[in-house]
């Protein structure tokens, strides 16, 4: 299986503090898609950005950022500034035939 | 508009017993995803539905898993019996297009399963 891996599987700061989250993935495929979740406290996952395998370039939205490296497989996610309403589970993803999910980083930003 | 609503939240059974979780997708959604994440692991994809027809059920774990959409609308996944392995939070995500999976899913808030 390609595997999406998170290695963070829990991260505490300090609002106000910056915090990149990783995300490493495996594929076979020329032609795919990477995708970011939160998962906020009430329990939905929401969706955040998706990139295709052709744009490598990093896109910033806000205080969000993420860094795309294909050379390293490498789709990490950057909060700037954190605040405690970014404390969530966040979750990486890639397609192939069917959406594959890292285990999930659980941020906490304490005031 | 109303997002992905799942109903129960929270399902708490004994091992043996049936439990039925249902979604409603977001309305004019044709295609349907069920996911699940069992002890805290990845979110694992169970099966996909165009309207009322299974598009890939690769993702069900064993028979006791059975999902429906009847009428290409709400969706059940059923459990029977449970195990005690099949704890975990059930989601369900709906889609208007489907491109091999690329499209951008809305999720709903998924039900929490504990079988005892």
């Known amino acids: 299986a390609q595997k999406v891996t998170q290695a963070q599987t829990e991260i505490s700061v300090v609002e106000k503090e910056d915090v990149t989250l990783d995300c490493v993935y495996e594929?076979?495929?020329?032609?795919?898609?990477l995708f970011w979740y939160k998962q906020p406290p009430s329990g939905e996952l929401v969706f955040l950005i998706r990139?295709?395998?052709?744009?490598?370039q990093n896109e910033i939205s806000g205080r969000y950022s993420w860094n795309f490296q294909k050379s390293t497989s490498s789709f990490n996610f950057t909060i700037t500034a954190s605040q405690v309403v970014d404390s969530a589970v966040y979750f990486c993803?890639?397609?192939?035939?069917?959406?594959?999910f890292g285990g999930g980083t659980r941020l906490m930003v304490k005031p | 508009e109303a997002g992905v609503t799942q109903f129960p939240s929270h399902s708490v059974i004994e091992k043996g017993q049936t439990v039925t979780l249902r979604c409603d997708p977001i309305?004019?959604?044709?295609?349907l995803y069920w996911y699940r994440r069992v002890m805290g692991k990845e979110i694992k994809f169970l099966l996909h539905?165009?309207?009322?027809?299974?598009?890939?059920e690769s993702g069900m774990p064993n028979n006791r898993f059975l999902a429906e959409r009847t009428g290409g609308t709400y969706s059940t996944l059923k459990v029977q019996p449970a195990e005690l392995e099949d704890s975990g939070v059930y989601f369900c995500?709906?889609?208007?297009?489907?491109?091999?999976?690329?499209?951008?899913?809305?999720f709903g808030s998924g039900t929490q399963l504990s079988v005892l």
């Open positions: 990139r295709n395998s052709f744009d490598e």
């Open positions: 594929t076979r495929d020329t032609t795919y898609y």
């Open positions: 309305s004019g959604h044709d295609n």
């Open positions: 539905f165009v309207k009322e027809s299974k598009q890939d």
């Open positions: 993803a890639r397609v192939g035939n069917m959406l594959t």
């Open positions: 995500a709906s889609s208007q297009l489907w491109s091999q999976g690329r499209e951008k899913l809305f």
